[in-house]
């Protein structure tokens, strides 16, 4: 079974490819826009696999939580290959991408937003039950140095507590575990916490 990753929702643009049982990965530049890299780290990636497109059966892709202009590259270059290549994706969300890659029984996912927001994933046996966007005050009212969290980003001080730190999470044990989730492309949608900015000055609502 061959399965091409991406995620393009963090700083670094990440590429993987399950080929059987081999793992690849390419992690892109995290000071070059996703646009500039990703179609050439999906074109590296499938050289060093010797494999062509024609031979991927599934598709996963990153669908947020993140930053908005990576979240909307990488379903777009996951929704038209899956296109051309008439396969399914299988989408995956950011903060349970972080929780699967823990080495500890985490108790918060958290990665960090815009000024003093943060993206909070609450885990329930393993797994990211529910989401949502908070204020630091309010994060910290529900923390103590005793709570388990793991993130992205290095916020230990900010939230003075213990955070295993997971930079650049791999994708293929979540793929793996969730290839009953392959939906049709046209299924696929960006999963955002916040507005944008431009959005909120609208008066918009999530």
């Known amino acids: 079974m061959n399965i091409l990753c991406i995620n393009t929702c963090l700083k670094q643009s990440y590429v993987s490819l399950i080929v059987n049982d081999t793992f690849y990965e390419n992690v892109g530049e995290g000071n070059i826009q996703h646009s500039i890299t990703l ?4 074109d590296d990636i499938m050289i ?18 993140g930053s908005f ?8 270059v996951a929704k038209g290959l899956a296109n051309a290549l008439n396969l399914k994706i299988i989408p995956i969300d950011t903060l349970s991408l972080i929780a699967y890659n823990t080495l500890s029984d985490c108790q918060l996912c958290v ?9 909070v994933g609450f885990i329930e046996n393993n797994k990211v039950e529910s989401m949502r966007l908070m204020k630091e005050d309010e994060l910290k009212k529900i923390i103590d140095k005793s709570t388990k969290i793991c993130s ?3 916020i230990a001080n900010e939230l003075n507590c213990e955070i295993e ?10 793929v793996l ?3 009953d989730k392959a939906i049709n492309s046209t299924d696929v949608k960006p999963m955002y916490l916040r507005l944008s900015q431009a959005e909120m000055q609208k008066g918009h609502k999530l």
């Not at 494999?51 to 947020?64: E, M, P, R």
């Not at 960090?112 to 993206?119: C, L, M, N, P």
């Open 39 to 42: 179609m050439q780290q999906i």
């Open 48 to 65: 060093k696999a010797n494999i062509d497109k024609s031979q991927l059966d599934y598709i996963a892709v990153c669908v947020g939580t």
């Open 69 to 76: 202009t990576g979240i909307r590259i990488g379903i777009a």
């Open 111 to 119: 990665m960090k937003g815009v000024a003093d927001e943060y993206f």
């Open 152 to 154: 992205c980003d290095n």
């Open 165 to 174: 730190v997971i930079n650049i999470p791999k994708m293929n044990k979540i």
């Open 177 to 179: 575990d969730n290839l």
